[in-house]
Structure formats: structure tokens, C-alpha cells
């Protein structure tokens, strides 16, 4: 469900993908978009296998490997958009824009062994520059507010808080276009 409020001041730019830096652990990681390929799904498919169960929020990403590549068909889709996080040929961490009414929703996760390593940071801020050159205008996402980190990251980003009355809360940036949209 999109959020009714959006921030009225567009975000600066971000990022876009692909780019390449070497994260606080010291490995090479390099931000892509998505390429449609089978090799690129099963991997995801692999990092997603190997996910901490403590890591999944909000009932995602699946437990079971065959909901996680249905759940993959649906969010890569040619109507989302995607980057992901390589550490050589291993998916580290993926993030995704799904349309949803008149904006998109975020989803970010990054392996349990690549997290804190500030890798999170940048596959975000690459997923929302490639969103705004492909013209999106508004992005959110819904977060436990138990999640300070994860909370406190998205505010450093440039999200507002959009709503606050439930266990979650949802957070919401424009990225391209006026207030009046």
C-alpha cells in the first residue's frame, strides 16, 4: 500500500550503477544492474538459500527454495528494477523497486557476512540512482522501528518518516518530479 505522504523536496542525485569499491573488510565489491540472465537468478537464488533466518523481515525473503524463486520471478520482473552486490561471481546483497499504485517499494537485503561492511549503504544509494535515471519519482519502504540501524541509515539516505501508527514504520523519498505528483 503506497504511503498518502511523500517528502515535497526531491532527493539529490544519487549513484548509478554499475560501480565498484572495496567495502570495510577490504573485499572488491561491484554494484550492476540485474541482467536477466539465468546465471544472475540462480545466484540470487543461492544468496537468498543461504540466508540468516534472524535477517528476514516482514515474512521475506522466503524460508523454502522453491517460494524464494517464485518470489525472485515476481520481483525481477521487467517492471522492477534491480542491482546487486557481487563479491566476485557470489551475490553479497540485492535490492529491488517494485511498482506499487503510483510509486515503488524498496526491499534491500545483504548477506549476513557482507553486512556492516558498508555495503548495504551503497547498494541503496546505487538502486535509487538508477531509479532516478529511469524516472521514478517516489520510493518506499516499510521498516520494523525496532530496526534503529536500518532506520537510521534510510533517514542518512534522505527518507522521511511517512506514517508512524503501527509496529512498522513506513518511509518514503522523492527522487524525481514536483511536490504536486
Not at 572488491?28 to 528476514?56: C, N, T, W
Amino acid at each position: 500500500m503506497t504511503p498518502a505522504r511523500f517528502p515535497d523536496d526531491v532527493a539529490e542525485p544519487f549513484p548509478e550503477p554499475p560501480l565498484s569499491f572495496e567495502d570495510r573488510e577490504g573485499r572488491v565489491i561491484e554494484i550492476r544492474g540485474y541482467d536477466g540472465s539465468d546465471a544472475e537468478h540462480e545466484a540470487l537464488a543461492e544468496m537468498y538459500d543461504a540466508f540468516d533466518p534472524a535477517d528476514r523481515a516482514q515474512g521475506i525473503p522466503p524460508s523454502q527454495p522453491a517460494a524464494v524463486r517464485d518470489w525472485l520471478d515476481t520481483i525481477l520482473a521487467d517492471d522492477c528494477l534491480n542491482v546487486i552486490a557481487w563479491h566476485g561471481d557470489d551475490a553479497a546483497g540485492h535490492a529491488t523497486l517494485v511498482p506499487d499504485e503510483d510509486a515503488y517499494e524498496l526491499a534491500i537485503f545483504v548477506l549476513q557476512e557482507y553486512q556492516e561492511a558498508g555495503i548495504g549503504t551503497r547498494l541503496m544509494k546505487a538502486l535509487l540512482g538508477y531509479g532516478q535515471a529511469e524516472g521514478i519519482r517516489k520510493v518506499w519502504l516499510t521498516v520494523e522501528r525496532w530496526n534503529r540501524a536500518a532506520v537510521a541509515l534510510y533517514k542518512k539516505i534522505g527518507f522521511e518518516t511517512s506514517n508512524a501508527e503501527s509496529f512498522e514504520l513506513e518511509m518514503a523519498i522523492r527522487l524525481n518530479g514536483d511536490a504536486d505528483d
